[in-house]
């Protein structure tokens, strides 16, 4: 049942046209709270926001059908360095699609040194790091993990 979920799943780099299905995954509040991630509260300073991202290409959808289901975003951080996360809905959850769908990612992006901050209570995201062969570089209330950069 696991593969065929996974199979269902694509992913690819998100584009302008898909601004409407990001602006209303990214509607779910407690979603992108759950992820970690802040948006800007005014819709239009928000969707500006995402509008610029799509452009740069930091956001790679995951697609079930003409439905966006989830996302892992990339952004610079430093030199050579990006900042990796990612969210899916909570329908999806749970399955390990997640870990299969940053591999996928990894994959079509090999050369991407990431870092990524996950919640110390959400060991569902340290699992999806630690299969994707991140290493925890330190941990307290915000664990950081890293691949690809030594």
């Known amino acids: 049942m696991q593969n065929q979920q996974q199979a269902k799943l694509k992913g690819r ?11 209303a995954l990214l509607a779910d509040e407690a979603l992108t ?15 500006w926001a995402v509008s610029n991202w799509l452009q ?3 956001l790679w959808g995951l697609w079930t059908g003409a439905q966006l289901v989830g996302v892992i975003a990339t952004f610079p951080q430093a030199e050579a360095e990006w900042a990796l996360g990612y969210l899916l809905t909570p329908a999806w959850q749970g399955r390990g699609l997640m870990t ?15 870092v990524a901050q996950v919640a110390a209570t959400n060991r569902a995201s340290q699992r999806v790091l630690k299969h994707n062969g991140f290493q925890l570089l330190n941990q307290g209330a915000v664990c950081t993990y890293r691949r690809g950069r030594d």
């Open 13 to 23: 780099w998100l584009v302008l046209a898909d601004l409407p299905a990001v602006m």
């Open 56 to 58: 740069e290409r930091y």
């Open 100 to 114: 299969a769908a940053v591999a996928t990612f990894l994959r079509a992006n090999p050369t991407l040194a990431l």
């Open 33 to 47: 709270q759950a992820a970690g991630l802040t948006l800007a509260p005014d819709p239009a300073l928000r969707q």
